[in-house]
């Protein structure tokens, strides 16, 4: 199976029948926001602790309408549509779920490095106390050898290592439940090289948002590059972030209609790799 082929196949039934695409992003729209519904508890002082309901939410209906999600695509690779009842289907969900806990799990080990730089940054942030700027930064100037712009760059450096890794198990990973859902998980074993380049072209549906967010870094540089004139001594403004907001605003709302094309380029490959 081609990629090329696997692309095209997936526009296809993007472009082909655009009402049910976009009927089955809604769907899957609405799963995700019901599973995050319990965070609202934050906005309530003494009910925040049950914003943790949010975890076993997401664990018990988003794993397992990914797999749906993985049947109904499918079927559109099938003359069928994306718009369908198995959007929903409860059949077979204890297996469906045991099967998303189980690709969750191998998520975890490769985002593993991030959770621990993140908890890493954290404990430095909040674990000794109320830390002052002025302390952050010369903690970062000295990790930088003392160059406070050296040790911002180290830093996002090692973190963008870590967002790699968990990137790189995610598109090795994109295209297993596809093969789940077609009773053979096996069928993936020996192609994933090609499903890693398959999920890499998915991400020209991401297009608008990288270009949002590369906006933002390219708008916020001036600050890194002379951080302590503008966040230590304040001698420069900070640069308004409403042009920011806007790119972002507008980087998400222009993404998100191309969401379900970035998941349907790995299930194309995957549905070619059935028929061969």
């Known amino acids: 199976m081609k990629i090329s082929a696997a692309v095209k196949d997936a526009f296809r039934v993007y472009a082909g029948h655009f009402g049910s695409t976009l009927?089955?992003?809604?769907?899957?729209?609405?799963?995700?926001?019901?599973?995050?519904?319990?965070?609202?508890?934050?906005?309530?002082?003494?009910?925040?602790?049950?914003?943790?309901?949010?975890?076993?939410?997401?664990?018990?209906?988003?794993?397992?309408?990914?797999?749906?999600a993985a049947a109904a695509m499918r079927d559109a690779f099938s003359e069928g549509s994306l718009f369908t009842y198995r959007l929903i289907e409860p059949g077979s969900y204890g297996k469906k779920l045991a099967y998303g806990l189980k690709r969750g799990l191998m998520l975890l080990l490769w985002g593993a490095p991030m959770l621990i730089a993140l908890f890493i940054a954290w404990k430095n942030y909040y674990g000794y106390g109320d830390t002052d700027v002025f302390t952050l930064m010369r903690n970062i100037k000295s990790f930088g050898g003392n160059d406070?712009?050296?040790?911002?760059?180290?830093?996002a450096l090692i973190f963008l290592g870590t967002v790699l890794l968990l990137a790189f198990g995610c598109?090795?990973?994109?295209?297993?439940?596809?093969?789940?859902?077609?009773?053979?998980?096996?069928?993936?074993?020996?192609?994933?090289?090609?499903?890693i380049?398959?999920?890499?072209?998915?991400?020209?549906?991401?297009?608008?948002?990288?270009?949002?967010?590369?906006?933002?870094?390219?708008?916020?540089?001036?600050?890194?590059?002379d951080v302590t004139a503008y966040v230590m001594t304040k001698e420069k403004p900070l640069p308004s972030m409403k042009p920011v907001i806007i790119a972002l605003a507008a980087g998400a709302v222009l993404t998100i209609p191309l969401l379900p094309l970035r998941s349907l380029?790995?299930?194309?490959?995957?549905?070619?790799?059935?028929?061969?």
Not at 182 to 193: C, I, Q, S, T, Y
């Open 148 to 155: 406070v712009v050296t040790g911002i760059l180290y830093l």
């Open 23 to 68: 009927k089955f992003l809604v769907v899957e729209g609405c799963m995700t926001l019901a599973a995050l519904t319990p965070l609202l508890f934050l906005t309530n002082e003494k009910l925040k602790l049950f914003a943790l309901l949010a975890i076993p939410f997401w664990l018990l209906l988003v794993l397992w309408a990914r797999v749906n």
């Open 265 to 276: 380029i790995p299930a194309a490959f995957v549905n070619g790799l059935g028929k061969e």
């Open 197 to 225: 380049l398959c999920w890499l072209c998915s991400l020209m549906a991401l297009i608008p948002l990288i270009a949002a967010i590369a906006y933002a870094v390219i708008y916020l540089l001036p600050v890194v590059n």
């Open 171 to 195: 598109a090795f990973h994109s295209g297993d439940r596809h093969a789940f859902v077609r009773d053979n998980p096996k069928l993936v074993r020996g192609h994933h090289g090609k499903i």
